[in-house]
Every structure is written in C-alpha cells, then in structure tokens.
C-alpha cells in the first residue's frame, strides 16, 4: 500500500460544477496536509495548507482534514476551465522536512 | 514566477553519463528540496538542504548526490545514468515556515 493514494483520474466536469478531490493515506504520523495545482510541464504551485483536521477555505476552495479518517479533500467551486490541471496532495510528519506527494488527479473542466 | 530557477530546461544524455542539474532557490529562502517527477512513479522526494547542510533524504539513489553552496544555489548530480532515470527534476525552495514550498521550472531529463 502506498503511504498516499488519489485517484488519478481524469476527472471531467462542467464548467461551474463542484469538485471534489480527494486523498487517503496510511501514516498516522502525518500532521502538515497541503494541495498543489500542476499545470503541463510546469512546476507545482501551492494552492493551500493545513494543519491537523478541519477545514480551511480560500475564496473558491475548501480543504478538509479528517485525521481520523486519514482522508484529506479539496472543494472546488464554480469551477473554470483554467481549474484544470493535475492536483497533487502532499503532507509531512515533521515541519518542513520530507514531503510525501499523492500521484495526483488530473482534472479537465469543459467550457 | 515562483522566483526558483533551474537550469538547464531540458538535457538529453546517453547511458552512462554523468548530469548536473542546477537550481537557484527564491531570495530569502534557505531550503532547497529536489524532486524527481516520472509518469509512473508521481513525485518522488530526493532531498533537502537547508543553509548548506543535508536536512532530510528521501528516495534518493547512490547514484545520486545533491549539494548547497554558500550562496545557497544546489546542484543535483546523477551519474552512472540508465534509462530509468528519464523524468522531470523539480528543485523547491521554502518560506521560513517550511510549509509553503515554490517549485522551480523543472529539467527534463531524457536518457537515450
């Protein structure tokens, strides 16, 4: 079993629909959850962190941390066809060291 | 723009050969994280240095050695290289909280 698995789609949607990307995971340990966006052939760029569980929103997305669960999700609202992308979830177990990345979801929103 | 460099953008090489691959972090920022990004495998930790000593490890082969310069640019050095080692080379660097990680341009590294 992989410490972090997405599904990797590709997930199609409509423009304006919600999305939903999701992650588990098996180290208890992991305590740092954070969601990249990555374009084709570009680097990945943060698009939010959290700590421990709950949520966090940031104009159109929400993350949501279920520790318990060991499932991690991130909400898309009125999605736009610049959402897609390739969305990587990371996390760690000890502050700035040593991150484990999802696979990550290839999401395609069509206009 | 993230503000990490890499250079170079893209470099093919045969089996065998030895590669360095350099990344110049964002001003301020002290860590450096190198990442190996392929189809199968997703994105894969090598290796962090913070201010010029070896922090964290990760899937880091033998083959393979990273170092910071005082200046606090790193080079990614890959030898002995096999077709395996084909994929994209990510370098990051990060914001004193080490949590918000900038991620350079990559290197497509081509093996033939």
């Known amino acids: 079993q992989k410490e972090v698995e997405q599904d990797p789609g590709p997930l199609s949607v409509p423009e304006g629909a919600i999305v939903s990307l999701n992650c588990t995971y098996s180290?208890?340990?992991?305590?740092?959850f954070m969601w990249y966006r990555q374009y084709s052939r570009k680097g990945p760029e943060l698009l939010m962190y959290?700590?421990?569980?709950g949520n966090k929103e940031d104009g159109r997305f929400t993350a949501q941390v279920d520790k318990s669960s060991k499932y991690i999700s991130l909400f898309i609202r009125d999605s736009q066809p610049s959402d897609s992308a390739t969305y990587l979830c990371?996390?760690?177990?000890?502050?700035?060291?040593?991150?484990?990345f999802g696979p990550g979801t290839r999401l395609s929103v069509l206009p | 723009d993230s503000g990490v460099t890499q250079t170079p953008k893209h470099l093919i090489t045969a089996t065998g050969q030895r590669v360095t691959l350099r990344c110049s972090p964002r001003?301020?920022?002290?860590?450096v994280y190198w990442y190996q990004q392929s189809l199968d495998q997703g994105l894969q930790f090598l290796i962090q240095?913070?201010?010029?000593?070896?922090?964290a490890k990760g899937n880091i082969l033998e083959r393979f050695s990273a170092q910071q310069f005082p200046d606090l640019h790193s080079e990614l050095n890959l030898s002995s290289l096999e077709l395996g080692d084909s994929a994209l080379y990510f370098c990051?660097?990060?914001?004193?909280?080490?949590?918000?990680?900038?991620f350079g341009p990559g290197t497509r590294l081509t093996v033939l």
């Open positions: 180290n208890s340990a992991f305590q740092y």
């Open positions: 240095y913070y201010n010029g000593e070896e922090r």
């Open positions: 001003s301020g920022d002290l860590s």
């Open positions: 990051a660097s990060s914001s004193p909280t080490g949590l918000e990680q900038f």
């Open positions: 959290t700590y421990s569980s």
């Open positions: 990371a996390m760690n177990d000890n502050y700035g060291q040593n991150f484990v």
